[in-house]
């Protein structure tokens, strides 16, 4: 009777003949595997809000500069160039290490297309309403706002759309890159009806509006392209009267030498 209740306690033997079923084993896999999949989902979250706070920075950076003004603009590409579009907006252009040889041929291009711009310039008896100026920075043509657009808006007049395809013509002379920098004065921006809502804004959109056409209409390059707005942070003159505030109010294309880093 003895023996055989001590065979009943006996533990059953694997195929190695050792004692012990070894289910633990299977709870302990169990285990690991979970401890494996919770990590995983972690580090996959960890990852997703990674991005969303480099893109928070990303729009924080780019609304300080005048660029968060997207949504409010119609332009729209195919999907090919949507990322080019995104880089053109974001990224200044980086300072390259010129020869002197490079250095020269680039202020020949420079000054062909200065010599280009201000036949045009003066053929059509735009000045004072468009001015050019050669640089440090570059070659840059100014245009006050009457001649782009009306008070407090950044839709681009139709008298101004030729003008601006033939000097988007010129741009394709040369492969440097183009800033494009909005400004206004210093007079508090009101628009009830309006989806902008300070200068800043305003300055911005309008530089994003010219860009944006010349990309679109005069076929340039997305990735030569950046805008940026000043608001009335720049002006050239004092805002003490009706004519000086004119002159700050203003939309600047700068063709920037290949050696400059943009300010």
């Known amino acids: 009777m003895n023996d055989r209740h001590s065979k009943k306690r006996l533990k059953p033997k694997d195929e190695n ?48 500069s005048g660029n968060s003004i997207l949504e409010s603009m119609k332009y729209t590409t195919t999907d090919s160039n949507d990322k080019s579009k995104r880089d053109a907006e974001s990224i200044p252009p980086v300072a390259k290490k010129l020869t002197d040889q490079e250095k020269k041929k680039d202020q020949e291009k420079l000054d ?5 711009l201000d036949k045009y310039i003066k053929t059509n008896h735009l000045q004072p309403d468009v001015s050019l100026v050669e640089t440090s920075r570059g070659v840059q043509l100014t245009f006050r706002e009457k001649i ?3 008070l407090g808006s950044a839709e681009i007049k139709p008298n101004a759309i030729p003008v601006l395809k033939r000097i988007g013509g010129m741009l394709q002379e040369v492969p440097n890159e183009v800033s494009i920098e909005g400004h206004t004065d210093n007079t508090p921006f009101r628009n009830n009806h309006s989806t902008i809502h300070s200068n800043w804004e305003l300055s911005g959109v309008r530089a994003q509006t010219v860009m944006n056409f010349l990309i679109s209409q005069d076929k340039l390059s997305p990735h030569r392209f950046h805008f940026v707005g000043y608001g009335e942070y720049r002006p050239v003159v004092k805002n003490d009267t009706p004519n000086h505030k004119a002159m700050n109010r203003r ?8 050696d400059k880093v943009e300010d």
Request: proline fraction near 0%; glycine fraction near 4%; aromatic fraction near 12%.
């Open 148 to 150: 782009l657009f009306d």
């Open 17 to 64: 003949g050792n004692t012990g079923s070894g289910r633990w084993l299977i709870t302990y896999s169990d285990l690991i595997t979970l401890l494996l999949v919770f990590f995983v989902m972690m580090f996959a979250m960890s990852t997703v809000e990674n991005q969303r706070f480099n893109a928070l920075i990303s729009s924080l950076k780019t609304s300080l």
């Open 112 to 116: 062909a297309l200065y010599t280009h």
């Open 251 to 258: 939309v600047n294309i700068v063709v920037i030498r290949e």
